[in-house]
């Protein structure tokens, strides 16, 4: 049985009908990895002797014949902004390169509870700032779909790690598509929850008013599995809420697709988009016409802001959480070389930061700045509030928002990276979500030239169990 193949459930009944041991599962992982990773790079520090000791514990539960958590010795990958305690935390910058996490982040406590199994941290853009995990001070990941082809970002680790399976789920974090992006690009399904659904305690801030953990993984409902595992209230995040559980059973939606409203926003299908990834677009959707659906076009006026928006508000946030990283407390320090605070603080971050991360303080401090303030940053916060306004008033009318993911698949490495415009442009579908603080979900719909496209499926607040449960129903038939 070629055990890395399985999706989560299969996993799980393996384990408990005793077909195979945690630790086998665990060592067929590690094996994996060590063959198919170098090629891939999709983790920058596998855990092994980690993975080994939680995989034997959970044989341990497994001897006694005590009940499993569905989570229960399934291996998995994190994205390394993610604290492991004892592990290290690069976030993809040198600044952070001997970092070793002095606690387990919100998520990680629960999947502990669960008893899930590390295999290691994976590669993202420095500090999740990117689209390609081009930007990794470590070097690139590869996309498993085509070695030539960028597995988007930041997140591309995780994606890559899941599509080559290297792991069985994946975390990813998402701030502007980070999650979403890299799972269309490799062809798995990724879920941005909503704002405040998921605990950011010890996730490495980028933009905190709209950073959110999200699994990643092979089948939507491995993704509903994971989600419930991680979801939830948490002390050390003040923004973090209990929400419903996603019922674990299989709701009848196909019934309940007959009625579902699913709005289009025309604004989302502008020129530039390539045609063939909107002719795939559009004929998934057709598919839940066919199920029943009623397709009604809608219109997000404001989504045409939402790029220059972000570009604002992301990066002031960013320049005010990455203003911790001065070579004294953490990582990187240039303190020896200097004999004046001042220059320890700008040789440190100006040889530890890399070129983007660079940028987006620049552009933070300067939105930010006295003079400039109302101008840039109090504006942007002005036009969220009515790109906010335009989901509301859409949600009144229907049930569920579909649309790409982005507008093209895959890119070639090198393709964009001296582009920043560009590569800002690949998160023109998902970052309205963010801003929004909305749940959506990526979903594998199909191909072009060989490539995979996914199909963005948008809720309103708290409604991740509804998007997991639509998306499955077109699942099954692609
Ligand atoms: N690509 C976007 C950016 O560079 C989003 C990144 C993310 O979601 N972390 O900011």
Redesign the pocket.
Known sequence: MNLTTLTITQTHQGLKDKKFSALELANAYLDKIKQSDKDIFAYLHVTEKLAIEQAKKIDDLIFKNEKLPLLAGIPCAIKDNILIKGEQSTAGSKILENYIAPYDAGVIKKLNKQGSVFLGKTN??EF????STE?SAFGPTKNPCDLERVPG???GGSAAAVAADECAFALG???????R?PASFCGVVGLKPSYGAVSRNGLIA??SS??QIGPITKTVEDAKIVFNAIRGRDEMDSTSVEINPASAKTTAWQSKIQNLRIGVPKEYFVKGINPEVEKTIRSAIKQYEKMGAKIKEISLPHTKYALAV??II?PSEASANLARFDGIKYGYSESKNQDNLLDVYLQTRGKGFGK?VRR?IMLGIYALSAGYYDAYYLKAQKVRTRIIEDFNKAFQDIDVIMAPVSPTTAFKLGEKVDDPIT??L??IF??SV?LAGLPALSLPCGKVDNLPVGLQLIGNVFEEEKILDIARELEYRV
């Open positions: 993202l853009d999740a700032m990117g689209s930007n970002g930041s997140s974090s998402d701030t502007g598509g980070s999650v992006l980028f933009a709209l950073d972000y570009y992301s983007e987006r590569m800002y690949s998160d998902t970052i963010n």
